[in-house]
């Protein structure tokens, strides 16, 4: 799959500041993709992988805003456009938790989870797909999560997100099938970032008897299935999850 070939087209990854986002935008630009990083709170964050792209030969800029916001979200869409006169991809990876039992969980903790998580990829989703329409062709990935297709106690907010990013995903895809634009999710299981570096030894053993293969994935393991789902070998594949864990829920 390092093959893959995806020179002139242009990218915005959403929350793409650190972790998954960051390694997103970084294999896009090594396959020759123009990226977008866009970021809300960490600019400085930003920097850094705009910087580590284009040390390599790749091309980047950074692209602030609040994705769950509907004018950060068309201004953000806006800007790419605006500085490379097109926009061919998007994937929508922003996300956040605030995890806690149900009952201990605030409205305010379901709300702000579903915003971001949700309310961004419906936003950009959005003010991106005249211009995919337009030009008959693009690439709408969704991060979503096996949380979402299995539930996990802790993350009603979390796991109500992700499956409806699912959800969201199968409608779009049929909506704009016939302009050639496909619509995929992603639903990454235990993944080496700085949810599981935070969970105690014990646990993470716990985690990794439940997963057949006996690893966690890495950032990478997504990336390529980010590439592979921007590629000319998936352009008959829409309104897809592809389940990224090991076998974890097979």
């Known amino acids: 799959m390092n ?19 960051a390694v ?17 709170a960490s600019p400085d964050a930003a920097k850094l992988v705009v910087e580590s792209i284009t ?6 800029i ?6 769950s916001q509907q004018e950060a979200a068309e201004s953000v869409i806006k800007q790419i456009v605006e500085h490379w006169g097109n926009i061919d991809i998007l994937v929508n990876n922003a996300g956040i938790n605030k995890d806690r039992l149900l009952m201990r969980m605030t409205p305010e903790d379901f709300d702000s989870v579903m915003d971001v998580n949700l309310r961004g990829a419906f936003l950009c989703s959005k003010y991106v797909m005249p211009h995919l329409i337009k030009q008959r062709s693009g690439r709408v990935i969704n991060m979503s999560s096996v949380v979402g297709l299995s539930g996990n106690p802790g993350q009603a907010n979390y796991a109500a997100a992700k499956a409806g990013l699912i959800g969201l995903t199968k409608a779009v895809a049929r909506e704009v099938a016939s302009r050639n634009v496909t619509v995929n999710a ?16 014990e646990t993470q053993a716990k985690i990794l008897d439940r997963i057949p293969m006996g690893r966690f994935g890495t950032a990478e393991d997504v990336a390529e299935s980010v590439v592979f789902l ?21």
Do not use: F
Request: with cysteine; net charge negative.
């Open 3 to 21: 093959g893959i070939d995806l020179s002139g087209k242009i990218a915005l990854v959403t929350g793409a500041s650190r972790g998954i986002g």
């Open 24 to 40: 997103v935008a970084s294999r896009l630009a090594q396959a020759g993709v123009k990226v977008g990083v866009n970021y809300h």
């Open 55 to 60: 040390k390599a030969g790749g091309e980047a």
């Open 62 to 67: 950074m692209v602030g805003g609040d994705v």
């Open 186 to 201: 992603l639903a990454p299981g235990y993944i080496t970032t700085g949810m599981v570096d935070e969970l105690s030894k």
């Open 230 to 250: 921007c590629s000319d070998g998936a352009s008959y594949i829409t309104g897809q999850v592809l389940t990224i864990d090991g076998g974890m829920i097979a």
